[in-house]
């Protein structure tokens, strides 16, 4: 066994911090965590010194797109490099979001079952993963692929994953189980436009008719599948709240429909705004995506807020992959910026995340039967959040009880006793 002893500890379930602290490790799981006094250590337990430093489970990215590489068109449909390059890359950003302290990451799309193997196998360092596959829309929609000079691309940004589109009720279940065959965790699909899809498919603009929203999270409950839908605002969002998705991606405009809030608390439905993909889009992207980020800023914040106040469960999901990799904690720290008490925004990126993501049970909280996802930082990010963004300050990122960081003087053994 070994002991992480002398921590300040956060447990990701919002309770206040406790000084001095003793985490036991049984091999994978942690089987002891509390005040240093309160917990006995084994004879021969490797004892981590950690003390004067800030422990809290590893984080939680609900909303990712590791495989991901740009905005660019040639880039997205997988024209400037083969595609052997290209998962090189993927696996090099499975590396970096893990060093970046996350120990877990919700694929929103384009991730191959491949790389989840290969990080269970140990083939590869990366974080746990829960896969989506592809985006599921009608034609038109999010998942159809098409460019402003009308070239259409019926595969995703790999050849061998089933494509996301679509159409009725038949057609829908058909592509859910598609998706599971594959090796999806969670099925993920679009009811809106967004703020990077396609001119005349904006962020209000509904797509997918209630039958087949209502006939896909059917199938995907049948399957054991949780859903994360993509909508905006307007009638698509309406109509994915009522027929009861997992979690809302992006919700900007949530908070013009304040009844939707409510509803969303009673089913447990998360809210996962997303913030960071809106303040690249607000500076950098194509006009007309430039343009529809920049409206919708100040009413995403309010939905925040008033999401909050209703009792959602808010959490961070990084849209990362159009633009930098491995710097997922800023999402985080907006969540601050935007509102949230420090030691709320750690639970949502812990805890509650572990809840939206469906592996509760084993994550998310440093409690005993967990797993030993954690990490150890120098600093205390309740008084400074931007502590989880600064590596250089990280002693230890562990995923099940293995140390991928650790910066972290040798261990000593406690005698026999
Ligand atoms: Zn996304």
Not at 19 to 27: M, S
Not at 238 to 250: D, K, Y
Not at 265 to 284: G, R
Not at 388 to 408: A, C, E, H, P, S
Request: charged residues 20%; aromatic residues 4%.
């Amino acid at each position: 066994m070994k002991a992480l002893v002398g921590a300040n500890l956060i447990d990701g379930t919002g309770a206040p911090v406790v000084n001095d602290t003793t985490l036991l490790i049984d091999g994978e799981r942690i089987v002891a965590v509390g005040p240093q006094a309160a917990v006995e250590l084994p004879p021969n337990t490797e004892i981590i010194n950690v003390k004067g430093y800030t422990l809290l489970p590893g984080l939680i990215d609900c909303h990712d797109h590791l495989a991901s590489k740009g905005y660019e068109l040639s880039d997205r449909w997988g024209l400037t490099e083969p595609v052997s390059l290209q998962h090189l890359r993927t696996a090099k950003v499975l590396e970096q979001t893990l060093a970046a302290g996350y120990t877990c990451v919700r694929d929103g799309a384009w991730l191959d079952v491949g790389f989840k193997q290969a990080v269970e196998e140990g083939l590869y360092p990366g974080p746990r993963l829960v896969l989506s596959v592809a985006i599921i829309s009608p034609t038109g929609g999010l998942g159809d692929h098409v460019c402003g000079a009308g070239h259409h691309k019926p595969w995703g940004d790999n050849p061998l994953l089933p494509p996301g589109v679509a159409n009725g009720v038949d057609g829908v279940r058909a592509k859910v189980r598609e998706m599971v065959r594959v090796g999806a965790d969670v099925i993920k699909f679009a009811t809106t436009g967004g703020a990077s899809s396609r001119q005349g498919h904006g962020p209000k603009d509904i797509a997918f008719g209630a039958d087949e929203v209502k006939a896909l999270i059917t199938e995907a409950r049948a399957l054991g599948r949780k859903t994360m839908c993509h909508a905006l605002g307007g009638p698509g969002l309406r109509m994915a709240i009522e027929q009861g998705a997992g979690s809302i991606e992006h919700g900007c405009y949530l908070s013009e429909d304040p009844d939707l809030l409510k509803m969303m608390a009673d089913q447990n439905t998360f809210f996962v705004p997303t913030f960071e993909i809106y303040e690249f889009h607000s500076t950098v992207s194509a006009p007309h995506m430039v343009e529809r980020a920049k409206a919708l800023m100040r009413v995403h914040e309010e939905s925040m807020h008033q999401a909050l106040a209703a009792g959602v469960k808010v959490v961070p999901g990084t849209d990362a992959g159009g633009y930098v990799h491995g710097d997922n904690a800023r999402e985080i720290e907006l969540l601050v910026e935007r509102g949230m008490s420090t030691m709320q925004a750690i639970q949502a990126a812990t805890g509650w995340a572990a809840e939206c993501v469906g592996l509760q049970d084993d994550i998310g909280t440093l409690t005993p039967g967990k797993l030993a996802d954690l990490l150890v930082v120098d600093g205390d990010p309740v008084r400074d959040i931007g502590v989880l963004r600064d590596q250089k300050r990280f002693k230890l990122v562990m995923k099940g009880g293995d140390d991928f960081v650790n910066n972290i003087a040798a261990p000593a053994l406690q005698p026999v006793g």
